[in-house]
């Protein structure tokens, strides 16, 4: 059986956060930022909308897009690392407020790569027969456990949500290959302190990624039989627009064939793939047929990648 994705959806809150914002809160500048990350700005949630709010509305848009009923959801997986409360899940509250009666629910903590583990896992009980529909989100409300005060963190992170419902897709189409990986002794990289604050060693992870993200997409398209020319749209993990190049590069794809929500966003942790995936699937950049390689790293360390047919 081929499985893929029926259609997304995501949200990104409407309050837009500046680098001239930003340059009001630390000693950091506009040209810094964009240079050094791509970032120009970045959505920062209202203490009003939580991650479980996100996770809604990124959710009713990929379930209408899809076509499918919330009561024909069978399993909900949520991938964050900054839910609402530890328990319960930010897959339990949606399951409600969905009306998704007959869903099982349970969240997925892969940071960044959280996405692509959803999406893997989803695959595994529709592909033995067990689950007809499983609706994988990535959230994230980054804001929450920013340190506003950090330069080195704080200019680089943002809040959204992006989602997809997954089941059974024509022969040919969905997912062709996956990698996902992990090495915990990179922990100490990327992690929560006792304040809640996310602490990165910008230069370890960066050396990381670099090396990975084009390493995991490679794998993966050599895998389902293609080759690197052959990819129609990229979606890295949107961490760092230079890391990002360094994988288009190594792909040898042209601009237009990756996409650079970033930009706009800046890094939204597991909502980043889903969501751009989402709006490029909403503004045309994605087509029925299309080859697309996704591909993510995070703290953990962790790592995921998925060659996918796009189409139904
Ligand atoms: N404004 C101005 N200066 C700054 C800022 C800032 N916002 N932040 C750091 N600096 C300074 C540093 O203090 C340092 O100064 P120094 O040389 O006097 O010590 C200088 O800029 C250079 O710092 P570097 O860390 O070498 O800068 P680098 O070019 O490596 O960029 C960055 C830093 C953007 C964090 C980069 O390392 C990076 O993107 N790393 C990867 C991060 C990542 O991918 N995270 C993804 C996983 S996290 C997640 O998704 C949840």
């Not at 050094?36 to 990124?58: N, V």
């Not at 005060?149 to 024509?170: K, Q």
């Not at 992690?191 to 990381?208: A, C, S, T």
Request: charged fraction near 25%.
């Amino acid at each position: 059986m081929d499985v893929g994705l029926l259609g997304t959806g995501h949200y990104a809150p409407e309050n837009v956060l500046t680098n001239a914002d930003l340059e009001k809160m630390v000693d950091t500048s506009d040209e810094w930022i964009t240079s050094r990350t791509g970032i120009e700005e970045r959505r920062i949630a209202t203490d009003d909308i939580d991650t479980s709010d996100m996770a809604y509305y990124a959710a009713k848009d990929a379930l209408e897009e899809a076509n499918v009923s919330a009561e024909d959801i069978d399993l909900i997986l949520v991938s964050t690392v900054t839910p609402d409360t530890p328990f319960p899940s930010v897959s339990c509250m949606l399951q409600e407020r969905l009306g998704a009666t007959k869903a099982a629910a349970m969240d997925v903590s892969a940071a960044c790569a959280g996405f692509m583990y959803g999406v893997v896992t989803g695959q595994q009980f529709i592909q033995t027969g067990v689950y007809k529909h499983v609706l994988v989100i990535g959230v994230e409300k980054l804001s929450k456990i920013t340190d506003w005060s950090d330069r080195n963190t704080c200019v680089l992170f943002g809040d959204g949500a992006g989602a997809a419902v997954m089941g059974e897709v024509s022969e040919g189409k969905g997912i062709l290959s996956f990698e996902l990986g992990a090495n915990g002794s990179g922990g100490e990289h990327l992690y929560q302190n006792d304040k809640n604050h996310l602490i990165m060693n910008g230069r370890e992870v960066f050396k990381f990624a670099v090396r990975q993200m084009p390493d995991s997409a490679v794998k993966v398209i050599e895998e389902s039989g293609y080759k690197k020319e052959d990819i129609d749209y990229l979606i890295p993990h949107q961490a760092n627009i230079r890391i990002m190049e360094a994988a288009r590069q190594r792909l040898g794809i042209s601009e237009d064939k990756m996409a650079t929500s970033i930009k706009k966003y800046g890094n939204n942790s597991s909502a980043s793939i889903p969501m751009a995936l989402s709006e490029a699937v909403k503004n045309g950049k994605i087509e029925d047929g299309d080859l697309i390689v996704m591909v993510g790293f995070g703290a953990g360390l962790t790592w995921g990648a998925i060659a996918l047919r796009w189409g139904r």
